[in-house]
């Protein structure tokens, strides 16, 4: 019998071309899990190297949409490009037989859906971050829109040393007088106390400054505890105001207070009420943007 004549092993497929992948699908998804080291608002974000990166790992960086997209690019046998936003912000899983210039041109593809996600993954890890308060001697606490560091000294008296209370900066001291074996209620509840005072003091000076320059006029003001609400007016014009606002920046704080004195002349949320509200604080938006993104509970809590 005749032999057959041997047939040449079958070639292998060549690695797909940029054209190609950018046809190809692509594995998308997102996974916003707690972080075990949260941003801090007013901080820069952790630097790459303080993060530890699985074996054969690297950083990488892609200019998209006029900005600087790092993220953290894995190898695998994965078939597609995986992009996954986690505790270390964005990392991108990629074949390996995969070159840099198609990474990065799939990562420039994808980048409105990037950033989308990266932002909606700094503004939880903000969020985080604002609720884990150590109650302890070194502990850092969200002030005026800071990150102000609790120190214990039972000699002292409690205040902020501050050049100005009303505008402190990253690290300033807030000494309360306590022992340094004092227990975290102890500590939490002289904290509670010296917000409460201090937002009295700066809410008031905002509500006579709104009203001296407007001409309106309120029956009464008071602190509110409330666990949903930043504040509240009533039709008489009795305003409520959230002592937590304390945490935030002043122009949070005129934001809500506006949008309080507005409902003097709109006790609604109509176009007309927002008009007011503009009135009384021109570009009040981005602060309203801001305060959309918490709720008192995201504060850190005395309760």
Not at 133 to 146: A, C, K, Q, S, V
Not at 195 to 206: I, K, N, T, Y
Not at 228 to 253: A, Q, V
Request: proline share 7%; aromatic share 8%.
């Amino acid at each position: 019998m005749a032999k057959r004549p041997a047939t040449a092993p079958a070639a292998r497929p060549a690695p797909r071309r940029e054209a190609e992948l950018a046809s190809a699908q692509l594995d998308l998804f997102a996974d916003l899990a707690p972080a075990d080291a949260p941003l801090v608002p007013g901080r820069p974000a952790p630097q790459p190297h303080s993060i530890q990166l699985p074996p054969g790992a690297r950083w990488r960086e892609v200019m998209a949409e006029g900005q600087l997209i790092r993220f953290v690019l894995q190898r695998s046998r994965r078939r597609t490009i995986g992009f996954l936003i986690g505790d270390d912000g964005l990392r991108v899983t990629a074949p390996r037989w995969v070159g840099l210039a198609e990474i990065d041109a799939a990562v420039r593809e994808k980048s409105r859906w990037i950033l989308s996600k990266l932002r909606d993954w700094q503004q939880r890890k903000e969020r985080l971050a604002l609720n884990q308060t150590r109650w302890e001697d070194g502990g850092e606490l969200p002030y005026l829109g800071r990150r102000v560091v609790m120190r214990l000294d039972a000699q002292r008296e409690t205040g902020l040393q501050s050049v100005d209370p009303d505008a402190p900066a990253d690290g300033d001291i807030l000494w309360l007088g306590l022992p340094h074996d004092a227990e975290a209620a102890r500590i939490r509840d002289a904290v509670q106390a010296w917000l409460q005072g201090r937002a009295r003091s700066v809410f008031d000076a905002r509500l006579r400054e709104f009203l001296a320059r407007t001409g309106l006029a309120i029956k009464r003001w008071k602190l509110s505890s409330a666990a949903t609400r930043w504040g509240s007016c009533t039709s008489e014009g009795s305003i409520l105001l959230n002592w937590r606002l304390i945490h935030f920046p002043l122009d949070i704080i005129d934001y809500v207070i506006a949008h309080e004195l507005a409902h003097l002349r709109e006790m609604n949320h109509g176009p007309g009420f927002w008009a007011e509200v503009g009135q009384l604080l021109p570009g009040f938006e981005s602060a309203r943007d801001v305060l959309r993104r918490h709720d008192p509970a995201s504060l850190p809590q005395f309760d």
